[in-house]
């Protein structure tokens, strides 16, 4: 059993920052892609944020290019979003994703969600 915790969303103004965790545990042989969605209230799809191989070479989404970062501490099976200059219509629920492969299955995990909230 794999499971992906996210933790570091809240409420935060215009123009600051926050930083969001998510960390896979469990049965774990590798950890391909991982990566951030976003899913805004209204919404029914899930959008990109960004993603990053398990060598480091990330993507980012062209609305939070310059503004956000994503990372990860292979050692810790941990991504990390940092996200600065945020901005209203960043409002959503942030959910982490991972390819993961357990035994002789490569699955596709998502995590709970973390909500974010950005207004003055």
């Known amino acids: 059993q794999v499971q992906l915790v996210e933790s570091g969303g809240g409420l935060v103004q215009p123009g600051g920052s926050l930083r969001l965790s998510c960390a896979a545990s469990?049965?774990?042989?590798?950890?391909?892609?991982m990566a951030w969605y976003r899913q805004a209230p209204g919404n029914q799809q899930r959008d990109l944020v960004a993603?990053?191989?398990?060598?480091?070479?990330?993507n980012h989404a062209d609305i939070v290019k310059g503004r956000f970062a994503i990372s990860r501490d292979n050692a810790k099976n941990t991504v990390y979003l940092q996200m600065n200059s945020l901005k209203p219509e960043d409002t959503a629920v942030y959910y982490c994703?991972?390819?993961?492969?357990?035994?002789?299955?490569?699955?596709?995990?998502w995590g709970q969600g973390t909500q974010v909230t950005v207004s003055s």
């Open positions: 994703n991972a390819h993961i492969r357990t035994g002789y299955s490569i699955v596709n995990y």
């Open positions: 469990g049965s774990i042989s590798r950890i391909y892609t």
């Open positions: 993603n990053i191989t398990s060598d480091g070479n990330a």
